[in-house]
């Protein structure tokens, strides 16, 4: 089974950014498609992006597309979630989850979850 370990999180102002990373052990991690997820307090656990295992194909919930990036380099076993323009609402537990495919992340079947980093946004 593949481990992840998140990092990166922490405090800022609104219209802020933050990166962060997610790295990955104890399996080949260019085998696994990539997610990113959040949870808020009270609220169902969310999709936010997802990459494939090349890179090549990305997807991003609706509500962080054109703020959010995720990137991932193999060579380093890790991947990334650029995150900008941060909002009150985007204040969550952010984990990573690999996977088969980017869809099947998104239908919530996935191999491995990191235990995430809390990422707080003021206003």
């Known amino acids: 089974q593949i481990q992840l370990v998140e990092s990166g999180g922490g405090l800022v102002q609104a219209g802020g950014s933050l990166r962060l990373s997610c790295a990955a052990s104890?399996?080949?991690?260019?085998?696994?498609?990539m997610g990113w997820f959040r949870q808020a307090p009270g609220k169902e656990r969310e999709f936010v992006a997802g990459?494939?295992?090349?890179?090549?194909?990305?997807d991003y919930a609706d509500s962080v597309k054109g703020r959010f990036t995720v990137s991932r380099d193999n060579a380093k076993n890790t991947v990334y979630l650029q995150m900008n323009s941060l909002k009150p609402e985007d204040t969550a537990v952010y984990s990573c989850?690999?996977?088969?495919?980017?869809?099947?992340?998104?239908?919530?079947?996935?191999?491995?979850w990191g235990q995430g980093t809390q990422v707080t946004v003021s206003s």
């Open positions: 104890g399996r080949t991690f260019s085998n696994y498609a």
């Open positions: 989850a690999a996977g088969s495919r980017i869809d099947f992340l998104r239908a919530g079947m996935m191999d491995s």
């Open positions: 990459i494939s295992w090349s890179g090549g194909i990305t």
